[in-house]
């Protein structure tokens, strides 16, 4: 059975810099696209970021380009966001997902952020306050 856990959530400061971690466990085949999603009370589920295996093609929503950064460790099965400069409106819950196969690597955010993820964590909550 296929798991995905998140960690490294919590507060920081407006200003701060925060690292979430992703493992996906439990699946004999790596994951072909891992992506970050998050929802702040009252909106809707929103991508921030994804990464693709092939050619490690990387896709950020606009209000996080510049300021976040999302890695993995293929080995590991093990996606990574570096949140940096965090702001007051970065305070959600965040989710990670992913898949053993995916869609060729889009040519926008919007496409990744649509990919059927099968597989999706139980969030982690991010504050961010002024």
């Known amino acids: 059975q296929v798991q995905v856990v998140e960690s490294g959530g919590g507060s920081a400061q407006a200003g701060g810099s925060l690292r979430l971690s992703c493992v996906v466990s439990g699946s004999t085949y790596g994951m072909d696209c891992m992506g970050w999603f998050r929802q702040a009370p009252g909106k809707e589920r929103d991508g921030v970021a994804a990464?693709?295996?092939?050619?490690?093609?990387?896709y950020y929503a606009d209000s996080v380009k510049g300021r976040f950064t999302i890695s993995r460790d293929n080995a590991k099965n093990t996606v990574y966001l570096q949140m940096n400069s965090l702001k007051p409106e970065d305070t959600a819950m965040y989710y990670c997902?992913?898949?053993?196969?995916?869609?060729?690597?889009?040519?926008?955010?919007?496409?990744?952020?649509?990919?059927?993820?099968?597989?999706w964590g139980q969030g982690i909550q991010v504050t961010v306050s002024s």
């Open positions: 997902a992913a898949d053993r196969v995916c869609a060729p690597p889009p040519s926008s955010p919007m496409g990744a952020f649509r990919e059927m993820y099968t597989y």
């Open positions: 990464i693709y295996t092939a050619g490690g093609s990387t």
